[in-house]
């Protein structure tokens, strides 16, 4: 089991603000030797809590459009064949750039996070290339404007 | 307007995977000076391309049951008040730690991405903290399960 004291949890706040900060920077702040930080972050990344860095994208290249958009699948007559139903959605739409996140939901669910440069291309896109993908029931578009927690989501998920 | 050639792009792609990659094992993997990586990065950061590196954290933190939960909010008999209880129902949802992300749906509609340790707990967190505020008329919860994109998208989020 897992066991993190408030030093360790300091230093992942910190770098989740901001994963630039030295060793030396992080033991100032903390007010802690250098070896001690040094000590930790070794521990938290071979032990997985910091599973990697990484970076998040800014404004502009982020879409300015996005949407989550729930389909249901349709109950085929042969029930088994359900499975491939979502799994055949979930890969089309995996691999479409302007898809930026796809989980299933449920026995015959499958949620996608959507975005585009505006609402129009986004509007065709979801008509165009998702309405249309054959053995859906039911489709629900969930635009999103402002977050209000969570903001960095869509820095963090767009692909370059 | 910005303006990305492949180099920028590629540093971009290789950073994303992992932000602790040093400037010379960039050079190395790009097959270009390490003054010319180091001179790309500077510009990145300061167009705010990049806006900032963190860290993923891993399976261990994350909650074991998500969900996305759609909520409808009553439309009151004087209109303007629609806007205070869309600010009402964000503002709650923000402030709960397992709350992992808020956003605005629409005219009348918020979204949240809830995790718990278990299913049975996010039944009970949604039933008994967002159930009950007043002001919903409708609410929809998506489980969600496996991801197929956007895999990492919990450990970016979570808080500890």
């Given at each position: 089991?897992?066991?993190?004291?408030?030093?360790?949890?300091?230093?992942?706040?910190?770098?989740?603000?901001?994963?630039?900060?030295?060793?030396?920077?992080?033991?100032?702040?903390?007010?802690?030797?250098?070896?001690?930080?040094?000590?930790?972050?070794?521990?938290?990344?071979?032990?997985?809590?910091?599973?990697?860095?990484?970076?998040?994208?800014?404004?502009?290249?982020?879409?300015?459009?996005?949407?989550?958009v729930?389909?249901?699948?349709?109950?085929?007559?042969?029930?088994?064949?359900?499975?491939?139903?979502?799994?055949?959605?979930?890969?089309?739409?995996?691999?479409?750039?302007?898809?930026?996140?796809?989980?299933?939901?449920?026995?015959?669910?499958?949620?996608?996070?959507?975005?585009?440069?505006?609402?129009?291309?986004?509007?065709?896109?979801?008509?165009?290339?998702?309405?249309?993908?054959?053995?859906?029931k039911?489709?629900?578009?969930?635009?999103?404007?402002?977050?209000?927690?969570?903001?960095?989501?869509?820095?963090?998920?767009?692909?370059?």
């Amino acid at each position: 089991m897992l066991q993190l004291d408030d030093l360790d949890r300091a230093i992942l706040r910190l770098l989740k603000e901001d994963a630039r900060l030295t060793i030396s920077e992080l033991a100032e702040r903390l007010n802690r030797p250098e070896s001690t930080i040094h000590f930790r972050i070794k521990k938290l990344l071979e032990k997985g809590v910091i599973e990697r860095y990484t970076i998040i994208l800014g404004e502009e290249l982020r879409p300015k459009a996005v949407a989550l958009v729930y389909i249901q699948a349709e109950t085929p007559i042969i029930e088994d064949f359900l499975e491939k139903y979502i799994h055949y959605i979930m890969k089309t739409l995996s691999i479409l750039p302007n898809v930026l996140a796809v989980a299933r939901s449920g026995r015959d669910g499958v949620v996608a996070l959507v975005g585009e440069e505006n609402e129009e291309k986004l509007e065709r896109f979801i008509n165009e290339t998702i309405k249309v993908l054959p053995t859906l029931k039911k489709i629900e578009v969930m635009p999103l404007q402002e977050f209000d927690k969570g903001r960095d989501l869509i820095g963090f998920l767009v692909r370059v």
